[in-house]
């Protein structure tokens, strides 16, 4: 298992990834974070992971670090390894990754999608657990009167995120309903 420390604009964001079937497999994204360096925390949390940085192959560091500054990409999710995940918590994933860029959905909107309509915190607990967010926009995913609700990078960084999208907040924070 390697790790490389994606550099988007002037922010860090941390990956692990392996090799799966001698194919590249992301298995955590991190997001910036101002308190840990991103080094310590994922050699803390992965502690099989090499201690020199690799790159990863191909142009998946590069996609990862324009889906982060709001480019317009179409990302592989095949490149990310959904199988350390339950059943419904690859399927919550899959369901978010299919949400387009400057657009976002609800929490129980993506829970009817999946064909479990009243999982909507369950819904949540997934996201908030996301191993792969950018890749998959889970800072898309906000409540149903439209307010942001949660996520892992906070949410000065969910509404950045969404602004470098173009979906823009009301007075109040929500999302207005074009978004939806």
Known sequence: MYYQI???????????WQFV???????YIYLPCPIEPLKDKIIKDFPEVKKE???IPGDIAQQIAQLYSGSKI??????LNFAKLTK???????????????KVDTYS????????????????????????????PCHRV????????????GILMKKEL???EGVMLDKKNRVAAKWF
């Open 6 to 16: 994606i550099k988007a604009n002037k922010e860090e964001i941390g990956l692990v």
């Open 21 to 27: 079937c001698a194919r590249p497999q992301v298995e």
């Open 53 to 55: 940085a690799r790159r």
């Open 74 to 79: 179409n990302f592989d999710h095949s490149l």
């Open 88 to 102: 419904f918590s690859a399927l919550v994933l899959k369901q978010t990754g299919k949400i387009p860029q400057g």
């Open 109 to 136: 909107g993506l829970a009817a999608k999946i064909g479990s309509p009243g999982a909507a915190r369950a819904v949540g607990t997934v996201l908030a657990n996301n191993p792969f967010p950018i890749a998959i």
């Open 142 to 153: 906000v409540r149903s009167d439209g307010s942001l609700g949660g996520f892992g990078g």
């Open 162 to 164: 969404l602004n470098k």
